[in-house]
């Protein structure tokens, strides 16, 4: 893989960045890769860029400076160029940006002779049918009841033939990825599942029935969500979020192109999971 421009975006309201990205530039430069700034990112530290889909278009990989946040929110947005994406962590958690920014120098390096690897990532298209088409996510989507005082009704169907799969009535429903499964997912209680598989977590939250359990289904399925409640809410990636009331119909499916994220090749996911959730201390 020839690297020979790398687009930058660094993690909103942190201009305290700026001093890590002069290096970054300085390392990249050195290693013979251009680097392409978003303009939102170069007007925070004062810097000159470019708007991010020039940036996009013209980049061989992208990076994130940030957390997983800041990942999530760059795959997203860059979703329709396909392009490979790095994750430099300065973050807490750090699951999916694994490249301390002390590790750039020795990385690039790697990354200019292929030492590297592209683990390509499922994701989640979701369509508001006659509403909104196409948005994708990341992690997971998450169906919420719109106040606290009251609970949502979801009605979860096979979209192929329209045969009901389960009904939840009570907080809300996850919809997660195996990506997302050590997100918002496991803290309600809903499995790890080894982020290179192909399938939907369906994790209720907080069910009002007691025998409502987390449920995992191939990522071939269609699936259409509708609810009974006069509004719900449904957000993605923890970033966006859209109304939806009764009537309405959710389509969800696997997105046609997956997340591809650049790692070690050495990473190994179970001493990320030992190491971030601490197990086996």
């Not at 889909?53 to 013209?58: G, L």
């Not at 191939?218 to 809410?233: D, M, R, V």
Request: charged share 25%; aromatic share 8%.
């Amino acid at each position: 893989m020839e690297i020979e421009r790398a687009g930058v975006v660094l993690k909103p309201e942190a201009p305290e960045l700026k001093e890590l990205y002069k290096r970054m530039e300085r390392i990249l430069l050195k290693e013979g890769i251009t680097p392409l700034l978003d303009l939102a990112s170069a007007q925070m530290i004062q810097e000159r860029g470019v708007p991010f889909d020039r940036m996009c278009q013209e980049s061989d990989i992208l990076i994130s400076v940030g957390g997983d946040g800041t990942l999530i929110s760059l795959v997203r947005r860059s979703y329709e160029y396909h392009k490979p994406v790095l994750g430099i962590n300065v973050g807490r958690l750090g699951f999916l940006t694994d490249i301390h920014p002390d590790d750039l120098p020795r990385f690039l390096k790697r990354l200019k002779r292929d030492e590297f690897r592209i683990d390509e990532r499922m994701m989640i298209e979701l369509s508001i049918l006659g509403k909104r088409d196409h948005i994708v996510a990341f992690n997971d989507v998450v169906f919420s009841r719109p106040v606290v005082s009251k609970m949502v009704q979801l009605d979860v169907r096979n979209g192929g033939d329209g045969t009901l799969i389960n009904s939840y009535y009570g907080d809300g429903l996850i919809v997660s990825t195996p990506t997302g499964s050590t997100a918002y997912n496991l803290s309600a209680g809903g499995p790890v599942v080894y982020p290179l598989t192909n399938a939907f977590i369906f994790t209720p939250i907080c069910p009002h029935s007691l025998t409502q359990r987390p449920l995992v289904l191939p990522g071939e399925f269609e699936l259409q969500i509708q609810t009974n409640s006069k509004s719900a809410l449904v957000i993605v990636d923890g970033q966006d979020m859209y109304e939806f009331e009764a009537g309405d119909t959710i389509q969800i499916k696997k997105a046609p192109i997956g997340a591809r994220l650049i790692h070690r090749k050495e990473r190994n996911y179970f001493d990320v999971l030992r190491e971030k959730l601490n197990w086996g201390r």
